[in-house]
């Protein structure tokens, strides 16, 4: 069975290892050391942990006064709150302010599942993706997820990570080398194009198994950066496939499945297929069962892939 | 109390120097056609105390790591700062003349990108304190050691990210944090009292764990002692309450609420540079010991 990891251990394990190493970064939370997974960190650096408490618009700007101060900071709170509750924070006091913040949207998606929509961050990518200035990154791995939390540390300049409590399995090979603002290429393909982020990723390339098995060959693309977009990585899969099925645990309005579909109208229009949440709050459901519901699992994607595909020839 | 010549000269100097901002705010809110005059002249005598008297700063090294960090939380009060800014040094006087035109750096509210010594980009309200409370704690964590001030309009303090803000900081006993609120009592639609009542407001921060002080926001000898003796405890953040008049410095514009964003016409701007020019060198005159009359809906 494969094994399926918490990006979160992954997150801390390179946080600590980078704070280590330099001490102007710190943490920054709303109470929420346990769900970031930070003890550890506050075992080691108790001073360069902020706890704000409760209280996310503080917690952004406080972020932004610590950059001013020369620190960098990561703020890190479930994504729901994070983004949503301090949107204008993130908007004026990080982006627009342009301030050294790294945001870490955790335990993204539904991955809260029964916990409701209160607590799913499934609008943060639509939101965040509408604010200039903000790079933003949803890693799929652990591997993928380290190296965002190094590039996010070595970069100056404000950024998003959105990092998953639900398991993955590695899904880039040991000696990958993650890039801001570069997708990568899984599995090459001529006949369609799966794009796809963060828990998704794996989905899609097992969707890429299932159509191979009726001789549709798919390209996997793992769009881990969101903003700024790999726009020639798109239209090269456009142009050489002449399909896109994205894929996405977001709305499909505003997220990853938009970003893709603006490039593609405007430059190569081709047929696309946006998998995501269709613009409903999710029913009562573990973020495993909501995943299936809503068809964000490998058959879903093969089925939408082979519609796709079918319906072009 | 007795004033030694010492202090009597810096108090002609800020009286001479708050004119002078006061003066060339309003012709650049006269020229651009907006602006928001009313607070900024109710904020002009703290800012200029505090440019000229309080902050450690280098208007030729507006980056230094360790200078200490002032935030206009009311942004909207750019055209004062800005003013400041420009007769402290941070830019040519010259460049005032472009507020608010296409492609100027100086926004209807203040952009840290652009603008020499601004901190942060505020304008939307209850931005500022959290930031400096943020910046507060990087003083104590770096070592630098440097001190931080704010200030923030009343009507702002209906914004609940401002008291997360003033908890946390006295929860890390941020006593290098001043935060300055100009009481003008009036807010853009009416009066603060008649909107969303903010009284007592001493006693809100207080229960929040900060140290406070009222002064008269106009009188710069209560200011000079009142910033000289910050923190006013050990291990608290400072609260200087300092009451103001929306509009001080012209008669017809003092405590009416109708000028929070009115830019003047041809006879308001005569009449109000006359009654300028009228104060130049001399201190501002110091208001009785009168209650402030709002005038509200004008």
Redesign the interface.
């Known amino acids: 069975m494969t094994q399926l990891y918490d990006c979160r251990d992954a997150f801390n394990e390179k946080l600590l290892e980078l704070a280590a190493k330099d001490s102007r970064i710190?943490t920054?939370v709303n109470d929420s050391v346990g769900s970031s997974k930070l003890n550890q960190f506050r075992k080691e650096f108790s001073?360069?942990l902020?706890n704000?408490?409760i209280?996310e618009?503080?917690m952004?700007?406080?972020?932004?006064?610590?950059?001013?101060?020369?620190?960098i900071?990561f703020v890190c709170g479930a994504s729901p709150f994070l983004t949503g509750r301090a949107l204008?924070?993130i908007k004026?006091?990080v982006a627009?302010?342009?301030?050294n913040v790294k945001l870490c949207g955790m335990s993204s998606g539904m991955a809260y599942g029964e916990l409701g929509p209160t607590h799913h961050s499934i609008e943060d990518m639509a939101w965040l993706r509408a604010i200039a200035n903000l790079t933003i990154i949803v890693p799929a791995d652990p591997n993928e997820t380290a190296q965002a939390v190094s590039a996010a540390a070595s970069i100056n300049g404000p950024m998003f990570l959105r990092i998953s409590r639900l398991g993955v399995p590695q899904v880039h090979p040991a000696d990958y080398k993650f890039e801001i603002g570069k997708a990568a290429l899984l599995r090459e393909g001529r006949d369609v194009t799966l794009i796809a982020n963060g828990v998704l990723v794996s989905k899609a390339l097992e969707a890429a198994e299932l159509l191979a098995a009726r001789g549709i060959q798919a390209r996997v693309l793992n769009m881990a950066t969101v903003k700024p977009l790999d726009k020639e990585a798109i239209l090269k899969a456009a142009a050489e496939t002449g399909g896109i099925v994205t894929v996405e645990e977001h709305t499909i309005f505003g997220g990853l499945g938009s970003a893709v579909a603006e490039v593609v109208v405007t430059n190569q229009p081709v047929p696309m297929r946006i998998l995501g949440v269709p613009g409903v709050f999710a029913p009562t459901g573990s973020a495993e069962w909501l995943l299936e519901y809503f068809g964000l699992t490998a058959q879903g994607i093969f089925d939408a892939a082979l519609e796709l595909t079918g319906a072009r020839v | 109390m007795k004033i030694d010549s010492n202090r009597q000269e810096k108090i002609a100097a800020l009286s001479r120097l708050a004119t002078k901002v006061r003066r060339r705010d309003m012709q650049m809110i006269y020229k651009a056609k907006l602006g928001h005059i009313g607070g900024d002249f109710s904020a002009t005598d703290i800012l200029v105390t505090l440019y000229s008297e309080v902050l450690k700063i280098d208007p030729k090294a507006p980056n230094a790591?360790d200078r200490d960090?002032f935030i206009l939380s009311k942004g909207h009060c750019a055209g004062a700062l800005y003013t400041t800014l420009a007769f402290a040094g941070f830019f040519p006087e010259a460049e005032l003349d472009t507020f608010v035109e296409p492609l100027s750096n100086l926004n209807g509210h203040p952009?840290?990108?652009k603008v020499a010594g601004v901190?942060?980009?505020?304008?939307?309200l209850?931005?500022g304190?959290?930031?400096?409370?943020?910046?507060?704690?990087?003083?104590n964590?770096?070592g630098?050691g440097y001190r931080v001030f704010v200030i923030t309009g009343d009507g702002e303090l209906q914004e609940?990210?401002n008291w997360?803000?003033a908890?946390?900081a006295a929860?890390?006993k941020l006593d290098n944090l001043t935060v300055i609120v100009d009481r003008n009592r009036l807010q853009q639609g009416d009066g603060t009292e008649q909107t969303n009542q903010l009284d007592p407001l001493d006693d809100k921060w207080r229960a929040f764990g900060w140290s406070v002080r009222e002064v008269d926001g106009h009188d710069y000898n209560n200011l000079l002692d009142t910033f000289a003796q910050v923190p006013f405890e050990p291990g608290k953040p400072s609260c200087i309450i300092a009451n103001t008049h929306k509009g001080q410095g012209v008669s017809f514009m003092k405590d009416n609420v109708a000028w929070h964003h009115k830019v003047p016409n041809d006879a308001e701007y005569a009449a109000a540079l006359k009654e300028l020019d009228a104060l130049d060198g001399v201190a501002a005159p110091k208001p009785a010991n009168e209650e402030v009359e709002v005038k509200v809906g004008v």
Not at chain 1, 60 to 71: K, Q, T, W
Not at chain 2, 119 to 124: F, K, Q
Not at chain 2, 129 to 139: E, K, N, Q, Y
């Open positions: 710190v920054v001073t360069r902020i704000v408490g209280a618009q503080n952004v700007g406080v972020g932004a006064g610590l950059a001013n101060g020369g620190l900071p204008e924070q004026a006091d627009y302010s342009n301030t | 790591p960090r952009n840290r990108n901190e942060t980009n505020t304008g939307p209850g931005h304190l959290p930031v400096a409370v943020g910046t507060s704690i990087a003083a964590l770096t630098l609940g990210s997360e803000a908890m946390a929860h890390f």
